[in-house]
């Protein structure tokens, strides 16, 4: 279906070789105690690289750019968590990178056809229901966390990827209009409210204000999506009175926030070096250290900051690796979304979809890079694939196969793709 | 497809932003990197030296290598690295310090440095001049901005670690050249230049005023002169040269002087006046300096004609007192803006950050700062002939009374009217007493060692 410019194999190589020079940088410039320790990282890299690609054969694709830039990342990941503070494999986060991966497959098969999953929208409304029960009734004291034995998950971010779908929309549910007081709305579009303000009032209740950007963004996103389709009627009073709304909303946010929110929102990192601004003053202290080149992983001392694999990991990955290399991963990331305007969605649903994963991982990266570094007040949010956290690791991987899928679509009226597309790349 | 084309560009847009938002962020880490680094808890530094590179600070300092109290003139003024004290050239400028860069990380053997315009051996001799005696001295080359001497006793000796801190005496953390000071009768230089600008040369000198000792003011209340038996009748040169309080106070109160002149020349030399807007600090090098504050009511209120005298509730920097006299020196009525770092040196040993003569906005006009300069120069030679052997010497003296009248602070300001040997100068002498070193003596010292210093140079 789409021009290939690369050949499979070229790809592969270039896999390898980006995950091989890495640990050939650990080996070199790292804080190496153990052999067997470094082995079994190289080991672990070098399967899930392998182990992942034999897999692809299995499965056929119209393009597999995501996939492997899902798996270059998650593997640059898997070395990074493996290496802060001390040289060796991270098992939790190698689980979590597979869960990841599964979660892509899993993201892509129930997205590619938007006929179809646009019509489970009443089972993904009972899907965010069951996980606000869950959230109330099921969580710890904070309202984060269900936890069994020694393992933990985070329901509110399930809620990213089922939100994304209920913002989803297609040209047939947007013309969908019923007039009420002198508004033409859809149906669609009412719900959608009424759920976006259960999830904000969840979130507030749950004292969980990192999140709420991100779901935000994505409403806007959505919002966007339906004033401004071709053939929608847009009404400047209608964008101004919910320019106007917005603007109240933000400013009611901004005085009402609980006093540790006014606390982040106002704090002199510098002023309170040892209290509200302790991390993001040593993450930038960290950051400087690091400089372009960073000073080698396992030596940085920000693996001794609380939280440094997940809300300061961009700086703890710029202290070991240098700026330099923390912005080639970012870059990764960014060009993986990228892809989206290389090869276009085929349907609006999916156009919309991939709008609001956009949306998710631009704000979630925002939240954690530009918080951590004191440009904006720090949320404690994870950054998407980099940070450890299982919840977050599923739910990226989950979002990733959403992209896919609106670059690999079925279509129930076609055939499906013939076996030489596997090649195909861009 | 138009449909799906508008959301690629929502996409697009949102993109964009990010990267935006994300280069600005590299930008910012990038050139703050210097202050991050400067904030960590371990950090290699190099070391300050002075124009002729005698060590100033040194990180791996200690009393064996330097002798016990080599540090001790400069202890609150060049400081140290343990962030005891915060308005220090080294707690300010550890960025500079740190042997450290964005590209090639932490460097032990870095050459990181920063070159001061102090001169290290003068400084110190100054600071024995004041003998017991404690208070503060800064002279500066008025033609470039060259800080040559700084020193404010008691001081610290960073050496000991601050072992000592129960037992250091009351400000000896502080370099008290830039904190505010009762200013005295030097204060009258300003109240000379606002009446000059006010109404002229000619104007000001044809007023004339008695003093008979005490002077009862229009609101009833009396205002003495340090002599008893007055002054008799004095024009504005011989008022300044005898600082006459009645004259000052007369003057004040002339009709043809308004409050609201006094006002715009006192805000257009740095002081905020009766609390309206927010206080100036002036920035050498990082370290924050006060420069003054007064309040104006009325003419005849006792209290303001007390702060046109430099009493009342006028506050001055030593540093703001001695920026004036270039200001005035320089017949620009531009003060010469001053500095301690001459340049620095980089880890890799590139030279970095040449010091820049500046100047500040006009003061007042030149003309008011030639006919300043004859009013100074007129007292320099009929009162302070010892001070002018490298040149004419513009000077005021002043006595500033602390914690209603127990002590006195003598002061002494000026500059050095010779354009090879530059240099204004603010002395402050606390809690003088006859027969203790006097702020003259002191002036002396400084400009003998200084002059010594420059031409062996």
Redesign the interface.
């Known amino acids: 279906m789409y021009q290939n410019k690369l050949s499979y194999s070229r790809v592969v190589l270039m896999l390898f070789l980006t995950h091989i020079s890495m640990l050939v940088i650990v080996f070199i410039r790292g804080s190496i105690t153990s052999a067997g320790a470094f082995l079994k990282l190289a080991g672990a890299v070098i399967g899930l690289d392998v182990g992942y690609l034999l897999l692809t054969l299995a499965y056929e694709q119209m393009t597999y750019t995501l996939d492997f830039m899902l798996l270059a990342l998650l593997n640059i990941s898997l070395i990074f968590q493996s290496c802060f503070g001390s040289i060796g494999l991270s098992v939790k986060h190698l689980i979590s990178c597979v869960m990841c991966l599964a979660a892509c497959e899993a993201g892509f098969l129930l997205t590619r056809n938007h006929e179809w999953i646009r019509k489970q929208k009443g089972w993904i409304y009972a899907l965010i229901v069951l996980l606000f029960i869950l959230i109330i009734f099921f969580t710890d004291n904070q309202k984060k966390w269900i936890t069994f034995g020694s393992f933990s998950i985070q329901p509110s971010e399930f809620i990213k990827p089922c939100y994304i779908l209920v913002c989803a929309a297609s ?1 047939v549910e947007l013309h969908e209009k019923i007039k009420i007081l002198f508004f033409w709305v859809s149906k669609d579009t009412l719900i959608l409210s009424g759920v976006t303000i259960m999830i904000f009032a969840l979130q507030w209740w749950c004292h969980d204000l990192g999140s709420l950007p991100t779901f935000a963004a994505i409403f806007v ?1 959505a919002l ?2 339906r004033l ?3 053939k929608a009627k847009i009404s400047k009073r209608l964008i101004a009175i919910m320019c106007i709304a917005g603007i109240g909303i933000l400013s009611a946010a901004w005085s009402f926030a609980p006093e540790y929110v006014q606390k982040r929102l106002h704090v002199d990192i ?1 002023a309170d ?1 040892y209290g509200d601004g302790y991390q993001q ?1 040593e993450a ?2 960290g ?9 080698g992983a396992g030596n940085g001392a920000l693996c001794h900051i609380f939280a440094h694999e997940s809300d300061i990991v961009f700086a703890t990955i710029c202290e070991e690796w240098g ?1 330099l290399f923390a ?1 080639l991963t ?1 870059m990764l990331i ?1 060009i993986m ?2 892809t ?2 290389m090869n ?5 649903y999916h ?2 979809m ?2 609001g994963v ?2 998710a991982f ?1 704000a979630q ?2 939240l954690n ?2 918080g951590s ?1 004191a ?1 904006i007040p720090f949320t404690g949010v994870t950054l998407p694939f980099l940070s450890q956290g299982g919840s977050s690791m599923i739910t990226c991987g989950f979002l990733v196969g959403m992209l896919k899928a609106g670059q690999s679509p079925l279509f129930r009226h076609k055939a499906p793709p013939k076996k030489t597309a596997k090649k195909v790349t861009t | 497809m138009k449909s799906i084309q508008r959301v690629q560009h929502l996409i697009s847009a949102m993109l964009l932003i990010f990267l935006g938002v994300f280069a600005f962020l590299v930008y910012k880490l990038q050139t703050e990197a210097g202050f991050y680094i400067s904030n960590a808890s371990k950090i290699s530094l190099g070391c300050v030296y002075d124009r002729n590179g005698d060590v100033l600070f040194d990180p791996d300092a200690d009393a064996q290598i330097y002798g016990n109290d080599y540090f001790i003139d400069i202890g609150n003024l060049i400081g140290d690295a343990s962030r005891q004290m915060s308005n220090t050239l080294v707690a300010q400028n550890m960025g500079d310090l740190a042997k450290f860069s964005f590209m090639l990380g932490e460097q032990e053997n870095g050459q990181s440095a920063i070159y001061c315009t102090l001169d290290h051996k003068v400084n110190r001799k100054v600071y024995d001049a004041f003998g017991n005696k404690n208070g503060c001295a800064v002279a500066y080359n008025y033609l470039t901005g060259e800080i040559y001497i700084c020193l404010s006793k008691p001081s610290v000796n960073i050496l000991n670690h601050y072992d000592d801190l129960d037992t250091l005496e009351n400000g000896s953390l502080l370099c008290k050249v830039f904190l505010p000071a009762v200013p005295g009768s030097t204060q009258k230089i300003a109240t000379s230049i606002a009446a000059l600008e006010s109404m002229g040369y000619d104007q000001v000198m044809q007023k004339q005023f008695s003093c008979s000792g005490i002077y009862t003011n229009q609101d009833g209340k009396d205002i003495k002169c340090h002599k008893s038996s007055g002054h008799g009748m004095q024009n504005l040169t011989q008022a300044f040269a005898n600082s006459c309080n009645p004259f000052f106070a007369q003057l004040v109160e002339d009709p043809e002087f308004p409050l609201e002149d006094i006002q715009r020349t006192y805000e257009k030399m740095g002081f905020l006046v009766n609390n309206e807007g927010t206080q100036k600090y002036l920035d050498i090098n990082g370290i924050s300096a006060f420069t003054a504050s007064t309040y104006l009511k009325s003419k005849t209120d006792f209290n303001t004609q007390w702060g046109c005298m430099g009493q009342g509730e006028t506050l001055v920097s030593p540093l703001q007192i001695m920026l004036w006299q270039s200001a005035i020196a320089n017949m620009t009525g531009k003060t010469t803006y001053p500095y301690l770092i001459d340049h620095t040196i980089k880890v890799n040993g590139a030279v970095a950050n040449p010091a820049e003569t500046k100047y500040s906005s006009q003061q007042f006009t030149p003309e008011t700062a030639q006919y300043m300069k004859e009013i100074m120069l007129d007292n320099g030679r009929n009162h302070y002939q010892t001070l002018c052997q490298f040149g004419d010497v513009g000077v005021k003296s002043g006595t500033a009374q602390i914690g209603n009248a127990k002590t006195e602070n003598s002061l002494l300001t000026g500059f050095v009217d010779n354009p090879e040997f530059p240099i204004a100068f603010c002395i402050e002498i606390e809690n003088r007493i006859s027969g203790d070193v006097s702020t003259t003596d002191i002036t002396g010292t400084l400009l003998r060692t200084l002059h010594e210093a420059l031409y062996q140079e």
């Open positions: 040209i996103c966007f999506c401004c389709y071709p510098w070096r003053c930038l202290i950051i400087a250290k690091g400089g372009w080149l960073g000073v700026l912005l970012v960014l979304l990228m989206v305007l276009p969605p085929k349907s609006y156009a919309t991939t709008a956009t949306a631009l990266m925002g890079i530009f570094c440009l």
